[in-house]
């Protein structure tokens, strides 16, 4: 079977890689200032599933450190308690 090197793609300013995973497929997010790769650990059926999974990753990812950052600064101006900081920085999922 011929595969074809998908080109990675560029998305507010991650690189995405769609990689065949068995007969599905995965994806590896890289942001400019990290190396190690960043995913799901899901499997999508198609090529268009896995590019719409990474961009909803990256895009809540970028929401996430965003987040951190503002809280950040607002701990170090003092305009928040360090468990206010906690509070505002703990992203675990919440059981449904």
């Known amino acids: ?26 994806f590896e997010c890289h942001t400019p200032t990290c190396p190690d790769a960043l995913d799901d650990a899901e499997s999508y059926i198609t090529k268009a599933a896995a590019l719409a999974a990474a961009q909803a990753f990256v895009d809540r990812e970028s929401a996430v ?17 360090e468990d206010e900081y906690w509070a505002l920085t703990d992203f675990e999922e919440v059981p449904q």
Request: glycine share 6%; aromatic share 10%.
């Open 65 to 81: 450190l965003a987040l951190i950052k503002l809280a950040n600064d607002w701990l170090i101006n003092g305009l928040i308690s």
């Open 1 to 26: 079977m011929l595969t074809a090197n998908v080109p990675k793609i560029r998305y507010h300013g991650w690189e995405i890689d769609i990689k065949p995973c068995g007969v599905e497929f995965c």
